[in-house]
């Protein structure tokens, strides 16, 4: 049996890495020693997103195994990273008979509380919702790579690609990056930038997080993260202007104008297909993990598993998430 070689430490290749440790598959976790765009995710779990309302598939299966994996992570690493939220969903009163019913009889009404009586928002109806959280996505990461790093099992360099030994299953798992340098084949990606704002507001005291038109977030110590833009077309990776503009519009609509800005940031969805996962072996000493998109927080540790037990028990990966299925589709 092969050592793996996880390239890459962002969600994916920190969950993977757990799914080694816990099963005493031997790995190592390589990354260049830049941070990447998995540090600036907001980490938001919701079961009912869009415009339409819709119900993330799987959402309960996903959600059951993400709070399960991160909590038993903090057991050993003796700190929290998953905060479980409710969440005011909000629809304007506009589209409320519409959508509304799909919050009390649809997909969505599973994971709905109730309708507010009274809304804090005069344009639009809220609803509370039960079984959202928020991963602090930073903290994992770098707690997990402390713990690694104390172990060994973190190393610091460049892998070519195309020049690999036969030594170790190499898993490939860079993040938008590694979709948009075709890394380490040819991938069909439509990453998206996106911008996000932390604010510090004292007088907003919301303990849950809101989403509907846009979304706000509680973070602990009257801190919020705000956000959040998308850009299919970008020219750099960089915050802009205009985004803390939008930013700004947001954190005032859902909180209020009492804010200070604590910082700004701007990173790059990882996304193929309709932001789902895509994972598996491609050669005997090669395999994929990426695309985790928007929602990497809530289905990263469901996918890991999957690869995990791929790689050590040669169980056949489901199609939806298989990395052989996706590569064969887009070669037709």
Known sequence: MKPATIVGSGT?????????????FPFRLIDSGI???SHVAAGLINPVSGKNCTVPEDYALHYA???TFYQKIEALLGTQVWHPLEIIRLIAQRDDAKLGKKMREGDAAEWVVRKLDESPWS???????????????SHFLSESRSFFLQHGLVGTGEINAENLDDKNLHIWCGGAKGLMDQV???WQHRCAKGEILTVHAPAWKQERMITGRNWMVPIGHDHYKVGASYEWVFDHIEPTASGLELLL?????????????????AGIRPIVRKSKPVAGLISPNC???????????????????????????GTTIESGLSASAYFASIAR
Do not use: M
């Open 12 to 24: 994916a290749g920190t969950c993977l890495a757990w799914q080694f440790w816990f099963r005493a």
């Open 123 to 137: 344009d639009a109806c809220a609803y509370l919702l039960h079984h959202g959280a928020r991963l602090d996505v």
């Open 249 to 265: 519009r947001i954190a005032r609509d859902l909180g209020g104008e009492d804010f200070s800005i604590v910082k700004h940031e």
């Open 35 to 37: 941070t990447g765009s």
């Open 65 to 67: 195994a993400a709070e």
């Open 287 to 313: 395999g994929v993990f990426n695309g985790l998109g928007s929602k990497g927080s809530l289905t990263a540790p469901w996918a890991s598993a999957h690869l995990a037990a791929e790689i050590i028990d």
């Open 184 to 186: 380490p084949v040819a």
